[in-house]
């Protein structure tokens, strides 16, 4: 069975430049999540979904950020325009379901702004 | 407010045993996961625990206290390659949001 897919592995922009993650869940797994990780950190939601309906966006900063995820499987998370501060690991995960079951994480994409 | 604290960073030598913890502080609760993650890779899963007391599965065990908001996760027989970071995450039951500890660094010397 495959696991999360996630692509670019890696992505170098300028600031001020949009940039935009993939991701593709394990099949059947209605729960999916994006997370920030910054280096020596934790994992941070931006935003979680269940099927396609987005239940947790209060960490993503709207300003900038967007993510979709139509039909309920595959889903984007998008930067417009990117920062400085925006370098870090942009992990997706997915689950069976919320809360109680054990989340199943991509690779992850690195993203580098100069 | 929701607060997981576990230490930075722990070292160990091979073959030894190292207890890991996390205290927590979350609206509702609604189990506790322990990732490993690997430098560089993605997080994976080693345990959740919803009841309390210890559960074993081969090398690692978990534990949790409810009531004292704590859980520990035991390596036994420390190998190279338990060299990683350990996250600890809550799942608050008044949002069903899992909350990430800032993780700890496991530095294991042969």
């Known amino acids: 069975e495959a696991g999360v897919v996630q692509s670019p592995r890696y992505k170098i922009i300028e600031k001020k430049q949009p940039v935009a993650f993939w991701c593709n869940p394990i099949?059947?797994?209605?729960?999916l999540y994006w997370y920030l990780q910054n280096l020596g950190q934790g994992p941070e939601l931006l935003i979680r979904?269940?099927?396609?309906?987005?239940?947790?966006d209060s960490q993503l900063p709207k300003d900038r950020f967007s993510a979709e995820r139509l039909k309920g499987v595959d889903s984007t998370l998008k930067i417009q325009p990117a920062e400085l501060g925006d370098s870090a690991v942009y992990l997706c995960?997915?689950?069976?379901?919320?809360?109680?079951?054990?989340?199943?994480f991509g690779p992850g994409t690195r993203l580098t702004v100069l | 407010g929701q607060n997981i604290d576990q230490p930075t960073e722990m070292t160990a030598t091979e073959g030894a045993i190292v207890q890991i913890n996390c205290t927590y502080q979350t609206s509702g609760f609604n189990g506790l996961f322990w990732y490993q993650q690997h430098a560089g890779e993605a997080p994976t899963f080693l345990s959740y625990?919803?009841?309390?007391g210890l559960e074993e599965k081969g090398r690692f065990s978990s534990f949790l206290s409810r009531s004292k908001g704590y859980s520990y996760l035991l390596l036994k027989e420390l190998q190279m390659k338990d060299s990683a970071s350990y996250l600890c995450?809550?799942?608050?039951?008044?949002?069903?949001?899992?909350?990430f500890g800032k993780g700890t660094r496991l530095h294991i010397l042969p």
């Open positions: 995450a809550v799942s608050q039951s008044r949002d069903d949001k899992i909350i």
């Open positions: 625990n919803v009841l309390d």
């Open positions: 995960a997915s689950s069976s379901r919320t809360g109680s079951d054990e989340q199943f």
């Open positions: 099949s059947g797994h209605n729960t």
């Open positions: 979904y269940e099927n396609e309906e987005a239940v947790d």
